[in-house]
């Protein structure tokens, strides 16, 4: 089945304490992206990439960090996690970005204390 | 920069009536318009889309279409069921493809 993948689905930590979530799809897409959703916000894009090794900020980057080394997966980094990055994040991925429009993951809830 | 304004919620509608979701947008160039639609604990699935001026797309019973004289890509449906309830938004992309700007998105409660 054709799904972008992301762990873990809920995820509550502390301060500082670095974390990851992962993300990968099974699709060959070449686009992927991290967003985060927060009430009466919508969905903000925190980074992209168009390919491996190619990655850029959205417009929220600030207290993240992302790579892609390989095709199908694109880990979202949090170095020193702060209480302002609480929110559900997604990651999507694109076949070709504008045309064919982004298939999303299943989101991450994270909350940090 | 680019934006995405559409209608604040949250909607509630009884089966069967109509729904219309406003929005509209700002965008610099060519922007692919989007509806996405999320269900209470998943992501967000792609509900239809339409890349050029005068385009309509439609899945499912909804209906949008791209006006660009009025920079606008409102979302309809004739007849809602209690299985519409859900959030939706309304989003573009440039020609890049990078960078998708959404809206806030619409709650909308269909009760029987």
């Known amino acids: 089945e054709a799904q972008v993948t992301q762990n873990p689905r809920y995820l509550i930590t502390v301060t500082g304490k670095k974390l990851t979530v992962t993300c990968s799809q099974n699709?060959?897409?070449?686009?992927m992206s991290w967003y985060r959703q927060d009430p009466g916000l919508g969905l903000r894009q925190i980074y992209y990439?168009?390919?491996?090794?190619?990655?850029d900020k959205g417009d929220v980057p600030e207290g993240y960090k992302v790579s892609r080394k390989e095709k199908r997966n694109f880990p979202l980094i949090l170095e020193s996690p702060s209480p302002n990055q609480t929110s559900l994040y997604f990651c999507?991925?694109?076949?070709?970005?504008?045309?064919?429009?982004?298939?999303f993951g299943s989101g991450t809830r994270l909350t940090v204390v | 920069g680019d934006s995405v304004t559409q209608m604040e919620g949250p909607v509630t509608l009884s089966e069967e009536a109509c729904l219309t979701i406003?929005?509209?947008?700002?965008?610099?160039?060519?922007?692919?318009l989007f509806w996405y639609v999320q269900y209470p604990g998943e992501g967000l699935q792609l509900l239809l889309k339409?890349?050029?001026?005068?385009d309509k797309g439609s899945n499912k019973g909804f209906e949008a279409t791209y006006r660009k004289e009025t920079t606008s890509f409102h979302l309809e449906k004739g007849s809602v069921q209690v299985s519409d309830s859900a959030v939706y938004f309304c989003?573009?992309?440039?020609?890049?493809?990078?960078?998708?700007?959404f809206g806030t998105g619409t709650s909308l409660t269909v009760i029987p």
């Open positions: 406003n929005c509209t947008y700002t965008a610099t160039g060519y922007p692919s």
């Open positions: 339409a890349t050029k001026a005068d």
């Open positions: 699709m060959n897409h070449e686009y």
């Open positions: 999507a991925s694109s076949l070709s970005g504008q045309v064919s429009g982004y298939t």
């Open positions: 990439s168009m390919n491996v090794e190619v990655t």
């Open positions: 989003a573009l992309s440039e020609y890049t493809g990078n960078q998708f700007y």
